[in-house]
């Protein structure tokens, strides 16, 4: 085989390479797409939104990134008490401990704990519903400065462990508008670590 053969052959394999690698992507970031269009839908179903059909043009999240879409280990905590979660309003929110998941970002290790919610316990549609709420190193920067959450299903958790997805952080009403009792993250989820996925901070006037 000569060498221009040689040449074209490679070419070929890089372009083949190239094309597979971008197809991967697509169906992630058309997830994330969906994901986010469903969430801007949401604002305008509930009478309690901070947020109008016209303020949905200010929403603004990082582009889809799968390296922030990270295989936790949990670690049930099932002796933990209940404890009251101040919010940003003053009031107090009752919280228990379901778990503490531990995982590795850019190569480093990190811990975030998972709570649930026993008012939101005791409404059929959200007997399994999970809240992680964080803070991190972008905040007042990029994102909110009361730091972000996101949400997570009993039902996710397999085999103890479980699928953290940043790209599906949101911010709380209190990013959007005063008078949301928004539960401030507690200093055990403080990240030290930028996590530039998900939600940024709102454009429009809060």
Do not use: W
């Not at 058309?30 to 469903?38: K, L, P, S, T």
């Not at 949401?42 to 200010?58: A, G, H, M």
């Not at 603004?60 to 295989?71: G, H, N, Q, V």
């Not at 997570?152 to 508008?177: H, Q, W």
Request: positive net charge; aromatic residues 12%.
């Amino acid at each position: 085989m000569n060498q221009k053969n040689k040449q074209r052959i490679a070419g070929m394999l890089l372009t083949l390479l190239m094309s597979h690698s971008g197809f991967s992507q697509i169906p992630y970031a058309r997830q994330i797409a969906a994901h986010r269009e469903e969430y801007k839908a949401d604002f305008l179903k509930s009478s309690t939104s901070p947020l109008k059909k016209d303020d949905l043009q200010n929403l603004r999240f990082f582009e889809p990134d799968s390296t922030y879409r990270i295989e936790a280990t949990v670690q049930r905590t099932p002796q933990a008490e209940p404890f009251e979660l101040p919010t940003y309003d003053g009031k107090k929110k009752t919280y228990v401990k379901y778990a503490v998941l531990t995982f590795r970002l850019k190569g480093k290790p990190y811990e975030l704990t998972l709570y649930r919610s026993l008012q939101l316990a005791q409404l059929p549609q959200y007997r399994d519903y999970l809240f992680l709420p964080f803070k991190d190193a972008t905040n007042g920067q990029s994102t909110y400065g009361g730091g972000r959450y996101m949400d997570l299903r009993v039902g996710t958790i397999k085999d103890g462990k479980v699928l953290l997805d940043f790209n599906k952080a949101y911010n709380p009403y209190c990013a959007y508008s005063d008078g949301y009792a928004c539960p401030i993250p507690p200093k055990e989820n403080h990240l030290t670590v930028s996590i530039e996925a998900g939600e940024k901070q709102f454009a429009g006037e809060k």
